[in-house]
Protein backbone atom coordinates (compact mmCIF):
# COMPACT_ATOMS: atom_id res chain seq x y z
CA UNK A 1 0.00 0.00 0.00
CA UNK A 2 1.45 3.52 -1.01
CA UNK A 3 2.52 5.35 1.84
CA UNK A 4 2.68 9.45 2.70
CA UNK A 5 5.11 9.96 0.13
CA UNK A 6 3.51 8.84 -2.44
CA UNK A 7 0.03 10.71 -1.07
CA UNK A 8 2.42 13.75 -1.46
CA UNK A 9 3.27 12.92 -4.64
CA UNK A 10 -0.15 12.93 -5.84
CA UNK A 11 -1.28 15.82 -4.39
CA UNK A 12 1.59 17.82 -5.51
CA UNK A 13 0.52 16.47 -9.03
CA UNK A 14 -3.31 17.62 -8.31
CA UNK A 15 -2.19 21.32 -6.74
CA UNK A 16 -0.41 21.61 -10.26
CA UNK A 17 -2.56 20.47 -13.05
CA UNK A 18 -0.44 22.24 -15.86
CA UNK A 19 2.88 20.99 -15.17
CA UNK A 20 4.21 17.84 -16.50
CA UNK A 21 4.37 14.62 -14.54
CA UNK A 22 7.46 14.14 -15.01
CA UNK A 23 8.65 17.60 -13.47
CA UNK A 24 7.39 15.83 -10.50
CA UNK A 25 9.50 13.34 -8.48
CA UNK A 26 8.95 11.27 -5.45
CA UNK A 27 11.48 12.44 -2.29
CA UNK A 28 13.41 9.37 -3.71
CA UNK A 29 16.37 10.36 -0.89
CA UNK A 30 13.78 9.59 1.84
CA UNK A 31 12.76 6.22 0.17
CA UNK A 32 16.63 5.26 -0.51
CA UNK A 33 16.65 6.25 3.45
CA UNK A 34 14.12 3.64 4.32
CA UNK A 35 15.10 0.55 1.94
CA UNK A 36 18.69 0.93 3.63
CA UNK A 37 16.95 1.37 7.10
CA UNK A 38 15.18 -2.49 6.57
CA UNK A 39 18.60 -3.57 4.93
CA UNK A 40 20.09 -3.01 7.88
CA UNK A 41 18.14 -4.62 9.93
CA UNK A 42 17.45 -7.63 8.24
CA UNK A 43 22.04 -7.95 7.56
CA UNK A 44 21.37 -8.03 11.36
CA UNK A 45 19.32 -10.31 11.92
CA UNK A 46 21.37 -12.46 9.55
CA UNK A 47 24.16 -12.39 11.42
CA UNK A 48 22.51 -13.18 14.60
CA UNK A 49 21.14 -16.69 12.86
CA UNK A 50 24.55 -16.80 11.36
CA UNK A 51 25.81 -16.98 14.92
CA UNK A 52 23.12 -19.07 16.45
CA UNK A 53 24.24 -21.84 13.36
CA UNK A 54 28.33 -21.49 14.23
CA UNK A 55 27.38 -22.23 17.83
CA UNK A 56 24.63 -24.98 17.26
CA UNK A 57 27.85 -27.91 17.23
CA UNK A 58 29.26 -26.31 20.75
CA UNK A 59 25.47 -27.40 22.16
CA UNK A 60 25.66 -30.53 20.44
CA UNK A 61 22.49 -29.29 18.09
CA UNK A 62 24.16 -30.14 14.92
CA UNK A 63 22.40 -28.05 12.43
CA UNK A 64 20.43 -30.14 9.84
CA UNK A 65 19.47 -29.91 6.25
CA UNK A 66 16.55 -27.62 7.02
CA UNK A 67 19.12 -25.24 9.24
CA UNK A 68 21.48 -24.61 6.46
CA UNK A 69 18.10 -23.69 3.97
CA UNK A 70 17.16 -21.02 6.50
CA UNK A 71 21.10 -19.66 6.75
CA UNK A 72 21.42 -20.11 2.67
CA UNK A 73 17.98 -18.27 1.90
CA UNK A 74 18.85 -15.47 4.47
CA UNK A 75 22.60 -14.84 2.44
CA UNK A 76 21.00 -15.10 -0.74
CA UNK A 77 18.12 -12.40 0.75
CA UNK A 78 21.14 -10.34 2.20
CA UNK A 79 22.94 -10.74 -1.30
CA UNK A 80 26.02 -12.76 0.37
CA UNK A 81 25.96 -15.34 -2.61
CA UNK A 82 29.21 -16.32 -1.64
CA UNK A 83 28.80 -17.27 1.88
CA UNK A 84 25.31 -19.33 0.50
CA UNK A 85 28.00 -21.44 -1.99
CA UNK A 86 30.06 -22.19 0.92
CA UNK A 87 27.02 -23.40 2.84
CA UNK A 88 25.96 -25.40 -0.26
CA UNK A 89 29.54 -26.81 -0.33
CA UNK A 90 30.11 -27.37 3.62
CA UNK A 91 27.02 -29.53 3.45
CA UNK A 92 28.63 -32.54 1.09
CA UNK A 93 31.42 -32.38 3.90
CA UNK A 94 29.20 -33.37 6.09
CA UNK A 95 27.20 -35.76 4.42
CA UNK A 96 23.87 -33.32 4.10
CA UNK A 97 21.89 -34.21 0.89
CA UNK A 98 21.20 -30.54 -0.35
CA UNK A 99 16.83 -30.94 -1.09
CA UNK A 100 14.77 -29.47 -3.55
CA UNK A 101 14.58 -26.16 -1.60
CA UNK A 102 17.92 -25.72 -0.94
CA UNK A 103 18.73 -25.69 -4.81
CA UNK A 104 15.73 -23.55 -5.81
CA UNK A 105 16.77 -21.30 -3.06
CA UNK A 106 20.56 -20.84 -4.35
CA UNK A 107 19.34 -20.55 -7.87
CA UNK A 108 16.76 -18.15 -7.29
CA UNK A 109 20.03 -16.17 -5.34
CA UNK A 110 21.91 -16.61 -8.09
CA UNK A 111 19.77 -15.23 -10.49
CA UNK A 112 18.49 -12.18 -8.94
CA UNK A 113 22.60 -11.37 -8.33
CA UNK A 114 22.98 -12.21 -12.48
CA UNK A 115 25.30 -14.95 -12.27
CA UNK A 116 22.99 -16.79 -14.49
CA UNK A 117 25.78 -19.03 -15.59
CA UNK A 118 26.67 -20.37 -12.14
CA UNK A 119 22.65 -20.95 -11.97
CA UNK A 120 22.19 -23.04 -14.84
CA UNK A 121 25.28 -24.91 -13.58
CA UNK A 122 23.17 -26.11 -10.46
CA UNK A 123 20.31 -26.50 -12.66
CA UNK A 124 22.67 -29.65 -14.27
CA UNK A 125 23.83 -31.05 -10.45
CA UNK A 126 20.27 -30.70 -9.08
CA UNK A 127 19.59 -32.90 -12.31
CA UNK A 128 22.53 -35.44 -11.49
CA UNK A 129 21.99 -35.92 -8.28
CA UNK A 130 18.76 -36.91 -8.37
CA UNK A 131 16.58 -33.32 -7.29
CA UNK A 132 14.87 -32.96 -10.72
CA UNK A 133 13.77 -29.41 -11.56
CA UNK A 134 9.99 -27.90 -10.51
CA UNK A 135 8.31 -24.81 -11.63
CA UNK A 136 10.21 -22.88 -9.05
CA UNK A 137 13.34 -23.52 -10.31
CA UNK A 138 12.39 -22.67 -14.08
CA UNK A 139 10.11 -19.72 -12.86
CA UNK A 140 13.43 -18.55 -10.78
CA UNK A 141 15.53 -19.31 -14.10
CA UNK A 142 13.21 -17.81 -16.47
CA UNK A 143 12.97 -14.73 -14.35
CA UNK A 144 16.99 -14.27 -14.87
CA UNK A 145 16.93 -14.25 -18.09
CA UNK A 146 14.63 -11.60 -18.52
CA UNK A 147 15.94 -9.55 -16.38
CA UNK A 148 19.77 -9.74 -18.30
CA UNK A 149 17.52 -9.55 -21.94
CA UNK A 150 18.63 -12.66 -22.66
CA UNK A 151 14.96 -12.88 -24.43
CA UNK A 152 15.61 -15.85 -26.76
CA UNK A 153 17.74 -17.67 -24.10
CA UNK A 154 14.27 -17.19 -21.93
CA UNK A 155 12.09 -18.56 -24.43
CA UNK A 156 14.04 -21.63 -25.10
CA UNK A 157 14.39 -22.21 -21.09
CA UNK A 158 10.67 -22.36 -21.64
CA UNK A 159 10.13 -24.57 -24.41
CA UNK A 160 12.65 -26.71 -22.42
CA UNK A 161 10.35 -26.65 -19.11
CA UNK A 162 7.13 -27.92 -21.19
CA UNK A 163 9.15 -30.42 -23.04
CA UNK A 164 9.83 -31.38 -19.67
CA UNK A 165 6.45 -32.64 -18.41
CA UNK A 166 5.88 -29.09 -16.41
CA UNK A 167 2.92 -27.52 -16.77
CA UNK A 168 3.64 -23.52 -16.62
CA UNK A 169 1.76 -21.67 -13.84
CA UNK A 170 0.20 -18.14 -13.51
CA UNK A 171 3.88 -17.45 -12.25
CA UNK A 172 5.32 -18.50 -14.98
CA UNK A 173 3.21 -16.82 -17.30
CA UNK A 174 3.30 -13.77 -15.78
CA UNK A 175 7.14 -13.97 -15.78
CA UNK A 176 6.78 -14.28 -20.09
CA UNK A 177 4.41 -11.48 -20.63
CA UNK A 178 6.30 -8.83 -17.79
CA UNK A 179 9.75 -10.09 -19.89
CA UNK A 180 8.21 -9.50 -23.41
CA UNK A 181 6.71 -6.33 -22.61
CA UNK A 182 9.72 -5.08 -21.18
CA UNK A 183 11.67 -6.10 -24.26
CA UNK A 184 8.93 -4.53 -26.62
CA UNK A 185 7.33 -7.51 -27.93
CA UNK A 186 3.69 -6.07 -26.64
CA UNK A 187 1.78 -8.19 -29.66
CA UNK A 188 3.25 -11.44 -28.04
CA UNK A 189 2.94 -10.31 -24.91
CA UNK A 190 -0.54 -10.10 -25.34
CA UNK A 191 -1.31 -13.18 -27.57
CA UNK A 192 0.21 -15.10 -24.02
CA UNK A 193 -2.38 -13.21 -22.11
CA UNK A 194 -5.50 -13.41 -24.22
CA UNK A 195 -4.53 -17.40 -23.84
CA UNK A 196 -4.62 -17.47 -20.14
CA UNK A 197 -8.14 -18.36 -19.74
CA UNK A 198 -8.04 -20.96 -22.61
CA UNK A 199 -5.46 -22.59 -20.57
CA UNK A 200 -7.81 -22.30 -16.97
CA UNK A 201 -4.92 -20.31 -15.81
CA UNK A 202 -6.53 -16.43 -14.52
CA UNK A 203 -4.19 -13.54 -14.49
CA UNK A 204 -3.54 -12.74 -11.13
CA UNK A 205 -3.30 -8.86 -10.14
CA UNK A 206 0.51 -8.58 -10.95
CA UNK A 207 -0.32 -9.98 -14.35
CA UNK A 208 -2.75 -7.44 -15.09
CA UNK A 209 -0.76 -4.78 -13.60
CA UNK A 210 2.07 -5.43 -15.96
CA UNK A 211 0.01 -5.83 -19.10
CA UNK A 212 -1.44 -2.08 -18.21
CA UNK A 213 2.06 -0.80 -17.77
CA UNK A 214 2.70 -2.71 -21.37
CA UNK A 215 -0.18 -0.88 -22.81
CA UNK A 216 0.55 2.61 -21.05
CA UNK A 217 4.03 2.21 -22.36
CA UNK A 218 3.16 1.48 -25.56
CA UNK A 219 0.96 5.17 -25.78
CA UNK A 220 -2.57 2.07 -25.69
CA UNK A 221 -3.99 3.84 -22.96
CA UNK A 222 -7.70 3.66 -24.03
CA UNK A 223 -6.83 -0.77 -23.98
CA UNK A 224 -5.02 -0.45 -20.69
CA UNK A 225 -8.17 1.58 -18.97
CA UNK A 226 -9.98 -1.29 -20.69
CA UNK A 227 -7.85 -3.72 -18.45
CA UNK A 228 -9.24 -2.00 -15.38
CA UNK A 229 -12.59 -2.93 -16.33
CA UNK A 230 -12.46 -6.19 -17.27
CA UNK A 231 -10.06 -7.22 -14.37
CA UNK A 232 -13.03 -6.17 -11.88
CA UNK A 233 -15.14 -8.18 -14.09
CA UNK A 234 -13.08 -11.15 -13.89
CA UNK A 235 -12.94 -10.51 -9.70
CA UNK A 236 -9.40 -9.53 -9.41
CA UNK A 237 -9.66 -6.24 -7.57
CA UNK A 238 -6.68 -3.70 -8.80
CA UNK A 239 -4.47 -2.92 -6.30
CA UNK A 240 -2.47 0.90 -5.71
CA UNK A 241 0.19 0.07 -8.51
CA UNK A 242 -2.92 -0.44 -11.50
CA UNK A 243 -4.33 2.74 -10.09
CA UNK A 244 -0.87 4.60 -10.36
CA UNK A 245 0.23 3.59 -13.61
CA UNK A 246 -3.09 4.67 -14.83
CA UNK A 247 -3.26 8.08 -13.03
CA UNK A 248 0.21 8.95 -14.11
CA UNK A 249 -0.72 8.50 -17.84
CA UNK A 250 -3.83 10.46 -17.18
CA UNK A 251 -1.43 13.06 -15.98
CA UNK A 252 0.96 12.67 -19.11
CA UNK A 253 -2.09 13.22 -21.50
CA UNK A 254 -2.99 16.02 -19.55
CA UNK A 255 -6.62 14.59 -18.24
CA UNK A 256 -6.46 15.49 -14.78
CA UNK A 257 -10.29 15.35 -14.40
CA UNK A 258 -9.96 11.55 -14.75
CA UNK A 259 -6.93 11.46 -12.88
CA UNK A 260 -8.30 13.04 -10.15
CA UNK A 261 -11.69 10.61 -10.18
CA UNK A 262 -9.28 7.74 -9.81
CA UNK A 263 -7.21 9.11 -7.24
CA UNK A 264 -10.59 9.55 -5.09
CA UNK A 265 -11.45 6.21 -5.95
CA UNK A 266 -8.03 4.69 -4.44
CA UNK A 267 -9.03 6.83 -1.39
CA UNK A 268 -12.41 5.01 -1.23
CA UNK A 269 -10.79 1.93 -1.56
CA UNK A 270 -8.45 2.13 0.97
CA UNK A 271 -5.05 2.24 -1.09
CA UNK A 272 -4.03 5.27 -0.70
CA UNK A 273 -3.64 7.15 2.78
CA UNK A 274 -2.19 9.76 4.35
Partial sequence: MPNHHFLRFYQQLLDRPHQESSN???NRRTL??????????FNFQVNKAKYVFNTMA????????????????GFCKSKKIDDALNLF??????????????YNTLID?????????????????MHDRGQPANIVTYNSLLDALFNIKQHDKALMLFNQMKESGIVPDIYTHTILIDGLCKSGRLKNAKEI??????????????TYNI?????????????????????????????????????LSLFEKDENDI?????????VRGLLNG
Avoid: W
Fill in 24 to 26: VSL
Fill in 259 to 267: AKKLLREMI
Fill in 89 to 102: EAMHHKNLVPDKVT
Fill in 32 to 41: DEINSTSRVR
Fill in 193 to 206: FQDLSIKGCSPNVR
Fill in 109 to 125: GLGKSRRILCALELLEK
Fill in 211 to 247: MIHGLRKEGLFEEALALLSEMEDNGCLPDAVTFETLI
Fill in 58 to 73: ESRAFPNVRSYNIMIN
